[in-house]
């Protein structure tokens, strides 16, 4: 398939996907994208500070002082 062939398919079925699943056509497109660019519609992993208190024994004795 073409580059040109698939943003063909992809306008075309994008609507209707967004249509049906009542989501906006620039989601469709972004899961799209990222799909093509990745190989897969799942989440990356991101870089940066973590948002959650991963290491339990530390959770613990922090739980402990508190």
């Given amino acids: ?3 040109a062939q ?3 398919w992809v306008e075309k ?3 209707r996907i967004s249509k049906l699943t009542k989501t906006p056509r620039s989601t469709i497109y972004s899961i799209i994208r990222r799909n ?12 940066g500070r973590p948002s959650v208190f991963q290491d339990e024994k530390l959770q613990k004795r922090v739980r402990q002082m508190l």
Avoid at 36 to 47: F, K, T, V
């Fill in 36 to 47: 093509n660019e990745l190989g897969s519609a799942a989440d990356c992993q991101i870089s």
């Fill in 6 to 8: 698939f943003e063909k």
């Fill in 1 to 3: 398939m073409t580059k």
């Fill in 13 to 15: 079925w994008a609507s």
